[in-house]
């Protein structure tokens, strides 16, 4: 099987009901010699029919569309059960808590505000094209400090089954996940090869039934495998 970015072009597809902001993401975009944009969506239903369409890896969603929004289109393009399916990566203007874990919970990979870089935008394509979540790291503070509060996790007892199947050295590897580390961190930490470390991080998520890193996190705050500061 293909890598993308690797033996072809990473294939994105392009979801806003602005035209002028998905010609500003395309101009960035098709500069790059390892990315591809397969299409644009100006709405949400339009831009889960293009991805059953032309099969991109990554799609880059807007939040606020007409008919069928982004959060929405989310769900539904993450809610298959095809391995191959793409990542998705929030982009928005709307700096707001209610988006970003609805965005989360709906299934997305990624979530960046409008005003970041074009070498962010790039750079986090390339992360998802690979396999990797990614939050901006002021998001990242805003998940932790969102579980930080008395009440706001989710019930342990909801995900008790799920974890169960995880052996101590996968609960090990997925508290660090939710801490931030890397492989590389991951792999000095419990005194590990790195190739290892990638092996539980796959057992982990397939076990848990997550998609990657970024609903690690989210998982491992919700249901008390982790506490911030812990």
Known sequence: MSTPGVDRPIRVLLADDQHLVRTGFRVILEVEEDIEVVGEAADGERAVSMTRAVRPDVVLMDVQMPGVDGL??????????????????????????????????????????????????VEAIRVLARGDG????????????????PGAAAD???????????????????????????????????????ATVKTHVSRVLAKLGLRDRVQAVVFAYEHGVVRPGG
């Open 72 to 121: 929405e289109a989310t769900r539904r393009i993450t809610g298959t059960d095809d391995p191959d399916g793409p990542a998705v990566l929030i982009l928005t203007t709307f700096d707001r808590d209610d988006y970003l874990f609805a965005a989360l919970r709906a299934g997305a990979s990624g979530f960046l505000l409008k005003n970041g870089t074009p070498e962010a935008l």
């Open 156 to 194: 342990p007892r909801t995900g008790e089954a799920a974890l169960d199947e995880l052996t101590p050295r996968e609960r090990d590897v997925l508290a660090r996940l939710a801490r931030g580390a890397s492989n590389a961190e991951i792999a000095a930490d419990l005194h590990l090869g790195e």
């Open 134 to 149: 990614l939050l901006a790291p002021e998001i990242t503070r805003r998940v932790i400090a969102t579980f930080a509060r």
